[in-house]
């Protein structure tokens, strides 16, 4: 009974805080003078209620799911890792620099996924050794290095990687490193493939090895942990390089899979975003590699649903986004209340033996 | 009782509105509140829904991966009598989405993609900024400034018809001066790509290294960083403690005469948006619309230099949107007046006299279309001092 109930209670929380999310929502736009029946509906009917829409809603969560990934595994291993941003950014440039390769396709995307995820883990680094074996905080150095990362972007994307025709963007990616649309005429492609794969062999590895086990104790007590004969370093290290990894994935799937232009905006107008969107989904997905697939999912659905909200209910786009950050905030609560007790009771400890 | 059922049906009837076709504006990430493109596009739909008893529906982008499923999306849905993308950045999801609804209409702004169904209304940039760089170089020469400016965004092509028609007409400016006045003048052009469309920052700062350097007027070609260019000229104008120009601004693509309290914008390089959304929309409801390329000029009030009744038009449109008040108006109409009046009014004429040679035909102004035309146009008018 209590084991069940230990698996059951977060969903039973998650379901209660979206009822809540959403009521919160019909309450804001009822407020304003928008009918929210209307609303949901055109909401929930596009982004789950037809294939199309499912299949909007399945390629908006192909990049979340794996920034997710990075910010969970870090929290797993008690660390906050903001830095998905800037490594997806680098994961992105590196898809696109590797469109200079000759390589027939299949092989072509393939060694510009592994190129993007090394990108990533690259930008990881530096944080994660400073982190490692300097003790700085990982929040304060990714922070820095997001930062870093958008104005390096900036510079490659006016003038490295530029498209000599159409100074807007970057060169599209070539032809034969682009992912297959798994459907034609939606925007789905098979980086939702590799995204739920990597997902499954995350949780594989945090809760089926030795190394993740140890990674997960390190999260859980550090102390403890180091006790048992766990390298705090080793830790980090791996933490870092998995999430640098995952971050780097989710910038190329993106330029690698979305039509029609496969390739990164000036301004960066088509990947910005996706990192810090990560944090909110791993919060919703309870920090769990498997939790996060369907709350990548609704997440996207949230986003593919939110234009048949202006366009079939006439709620405005800016009222359609305080609706969204209402239900995502309610959503991520119980989390956010899970950690904030973590780190009251470490606080406390540290304070105590002080 | 039938009788009941029947009045009950046409009151429902009366009561639902019924329009005559519906509109999609789908905008791209700069989105409403830029004062210019943007909002220019909705004031044009705005303005055919009112006329023609269509309804709009506006949908904006949080990203630009959401260009192409929010134009599939509106397709889909099979309501609209008409898409509009306003902007460039949605040519290349229109150009994917438009094949696969045939018979869809669909029309999108400053950008040609060549599709049956698809309206592709472009404009003749290089005719208006002929006649603002004619009036620059007119000042600059009577002001005995050294230099006229221009601030401009990212190097594409549709730029090339701004930067082109500018040199032209500052040349064409120069030579008018010489002839009335008899006299010759030196004047040169500062011009910089500053490689954003967004980065306010980059165009004050721009646009203050051309007025250090005796700069008459900067013509903003960079959309939203005209807030820094004006903020530029502005604190140019404190810094010698004044209130009008010169040095000046020139507004670009809505009339921004009005900002900055009406005397700091000397004229501006209208880009009727609101003209090519109006036009399509009519197009549909009269049923002549048909795919192809529209090109808005001179001619049919596509690009323009801004004139009184502009002014007026556009107050509206700035205190619509929150940026003057009602206050302001008779105060900003005052200063503008009083700021065109104290320029000689041989130079507003001879505008007039450039306006109407090309409307004849007389004058074509050149209009490059890549690089390497671009480049031609700079060896033919380099204006360096």
Redesign the interface.
């Given at each position: 009974m209590s084991w069940a109930w230990r698996g059951l209670r977060p969903i039973l929380e998650s379901i209660l805080a979206g009822a809540i999310g959403l009521g919160a929502g019909a309450l804001i736009m009822w407020a304003w003078g928008y009918n929210p029946w209307p609303a949901y509906a055109a909401l929930f009917r596009e982004s789950f209620g037809s294939s199309y829409g499912l299949a909007g809603a399945l390629a908006n969560a192909t990049p979340l799911i794996l920034t997710a990934l990075t910010f969970a595994v870090g929290a797993r291993a008690g660390l906050f890792i903001i830095g998905a941003e800037g490594m997806l950014y680098m994961g992105a440039l590196s898809a696109v620099a590797l469109s200079f390769a000759r390589l027939p396709s299949g092989l072509h995307t393939l060694v510009a996924l592994l190129c993007a995820a090394a990108g990533g883990v690259l930008w990881s680094l530096v944080p994660a050794l400073l982190r490692a074996y300097r003790g700085v905080h990982e929040v304060i150095s990714t922070i820095m290095f997001n930062w870093l990362s958008h104005f390096l972007a900036f510079y490659l994307v006016a003038n490295v990687l530029v498209d000599p025709v159409r100074a807007e963007k970057t060169l599209s990616v070539a032809r034969t490193s682009r992912l297959p649309l798994l459907i034609r005429g939606t925007d789905l492609s098979l980086g939702i493939a590799v995204a739920v794969v990597l997902a499954a062999l995350v949780y594989l590895f945090l809760w089926h090895t030795v190394t993740g086990y140890e990674l997960r104790a390190a999260g859980a007590n550090p102390h403890a942990a180091r006790y048992a004969g766990v390298s705090p370093q080793r830790t980090v290290l791996l933490v870092f390089a998995l999430g640098g990894a995952a971050a780097g994935l989710a910038g190329a799937v993106e330029v690698m899979g979305r039509p029609p232009t496969f390739a990164v905006y000036s301004g960066l107008t088509n990947i910005a975003g996706f990192g810090f969107d990560g944090i909110g989904v791993a919060m919703i997905g309870r920090i769990h590699p498997l939790g996060i697939i369907p709350a990548s999912v609704f997440y996207g659905g949230l986003q593919a649903g939110a234009r048949l909200m202006q366009m079939e209910a006439g709620v405005p786009f800016e009222m359609v986004r305080a609706v969204q950050g209402v239900i995502v905030l309610a959503l991520a609560l119980p989390e956010l209340t899970r950690m904030f007790k973590v780190f009251l009771r470490t606080w406390r400890a540290r304070r105590s033996a002080a | 009782m039938k009788r009941v059922g029947l009045v009950f049906l046409v009151a429902v009837l009366v009561a639902l509105p019924v329009f005559a076709g519906r509109v999609?504006l789908i905008l791209d990430?700069g989105?409403r509140g830029d004062l210019s493109f943007n909002d220019m596009g909705f004031k044009g739909t705005e303005e055919a829904c009112a006329a023609f008893n269509w309804e709009m529906?506006?949908?904006?982008s949080?990203?630009?991966?959401?260009y192409?499923?929010?134009i599939?999306?509106?397709a889909?849905?099979g309501k609209f009598d008409l898409i509009i993308c306003v902007g460039?950045?949605l040519a290349?999801?229109l150009?994917?989405v438009a094949p696969?609804f045939p018979h869809q209409k669909f029309g999108i702004i400053d950008a040609v993609v060549p599709q049956p169904n698809v309206l592709s209304i472009v404009f003749e940039e290089q005719e208006g900024s002929a006649l603002v760089g004619a009036l620059a170089g007119m000042l600059a020469a009577e002001y005995g400034y050294p230099y006229v400016g221009v601030v401009l965004g990212?190097?594409?092509p549709v730029l090339y018809h701004f930067e082109g028609g500018y040199r032209f007409g500052i040349d064409w400016g120069l030579k008018k001066y010489a002839e009335v006045t008899g006299k010759a003048a030196a004047v040169g052009l500062l011009w910089v790509y500053t490689?954003?469309?967004?980065d306010i920052a980059k165009g004050k700062a721009a646009a203050e290294a051309q007025l250090e350097q005796g700069a008459v007027a900067v013509y903003n070609v960079a959309g939203p960083l005209g807030i820094g260019i004006l903020e530029a000229v502005s604190a140019k104008l404190a810094k010698e403690n004044r209130e009008a120009g010169p040095p000046f601004m020139i507004g670009v693509d809505a009339n921004q005469d009005w900002m900055g309290d009406g005397n700091k914008v000397v004229a501006s390089m209208m880009k009727r948006v609101d003209v090519g959304c109006y036009t399509a929309i009519q197009m549909v409801h009269e049923g002549t619309f048909q795919g192809g390329v529209l090109s808005l000029g001179l001619e049919n009030k596509g690009v323009g230099i801004s004139r009184y009744p502009d002014l007026l038009d556009f107050i509206d449109f700035g205190i619509k949107a929150g940026a003057i008040t009602e206050a302001d108006r008779a105060r900003i109409i005052a200063n503008w007046e009083a700021m065109r009046a104290a320029i000689p009014a041989w130079i507003w004429e001879a505008v007039d006299e450039l306006e109407s040679k090309i409307l004849a035909g007389e004058i074509v102004v050149p209009k490059p279309e890549t690089r390497e035309e671009m480049l031609a146009v700079r060896a033919q008018y380099p204006l360096s001092r």
């Open positions: - | 999609a990430v989105g529906v506006e949908i904006q949080a990203t630009s991966a959401d192409l499923p929010n599939r999306n509106a889909r849905t460039f950045l290349d999801a150009n994917t696969e990212i190097e594409i490689g954003t469309f967004s």
